[in-house]
Every structure is written in structure tokens, then in C-alpha cells.
Nanobody, 115 residues
């Protein structure tokens, strides 16, 4: 049974930075593709960034150059470094763990970017 717990959200001013963490409970973390999604009120849940078991990454166009996803297999944790935050980045951020046969989601952490 995989459990994911996000942390690190909060209120930040435009131009500021936050680091989100997603702690993975369960076995075989290293084989999972890990991803961050976000959902703003009234919108669908969209992919922000993804990192594969081999370390390959991809990003939504809207965050390229500003956000960085990384993973620490020893700590079973995935991170999302968010720089140059914009008001449009305001959303609930969710962590997702997936393999070919399994998908798990965290409960989400709120990120609010406001002056």
C-alpha cells in the first residue's frame, strides 16, 4: 500500500520561491514514476512535472525554467523547487506515484501566490 504525503505549501509573494516535498510510504519507491500535478478552482488537474525511475524529467510549458523536480531514492521523497512564482501558479499541488499497474495520489498541498 503506497501512501503519499505532500508538504511545503503556503502563501508566497509573486517572484518568491517554495519547495514542495512528497514523502512516499511503501516499497520499491525507485521503480515508480513520480509527478506533481496542480488543480486551481474550477480547473482540471494538470501535470506540472514528472520524473521517471531513471531520472528523466519533463515539465509543463508554463513552468519550464522556473520549476525543478527531483527525487531522493534513499529518502523516498520527491521534491518540486518552484522559483519565480506567479499568481497563476496558485493551486492545490498533488503528488502522484505510478507504475504500469498502480497509481497513487497524495491529498495535496495548497500553494497561494499573492501580494
Amino acid at each position: 500500500q503506497v501512501q503519499l504525503v505532500e508538504s511545503g505549501g503556503g502563501l508566497v509573494q509573486p517572484g518568491g520561491s517554495l519547495v514542495l516535498s512528497c514523502a512516499f510510504s511503501g516499497s520499491a519507491f525507485s521503480i515508480y514514476t513520480m509527478a506533481w500535478y496542480r488543480q486551481a478552482p474550477g480547473n482540471q488537474r494538470d501535470l506540472v512535472a514528472r520524473i521517471t525511475s531513471g531520472g528523466s524529467t519533463n515539465y509543463a510549458d508554463s513552468v519550464k525554467g522556473r520549476f525543478t523536480i527531483s527525487r531522493d531514492n534513499a529518502r523516498k521523497t520527491v521534491f518540486l523547487q518552484m522559483n519565480s512564482l506567479k499568481v497563476d501558479d496558485t493551486a492545490v499541488y498533488y503528488c502522484k506515484a505510478s507504475t504500469m499497474s498502480r497509481i497513487s495520489w497524495g491529498q495535496g498541498t495548497q500553494v497561494t501566490v499573492s501580494a
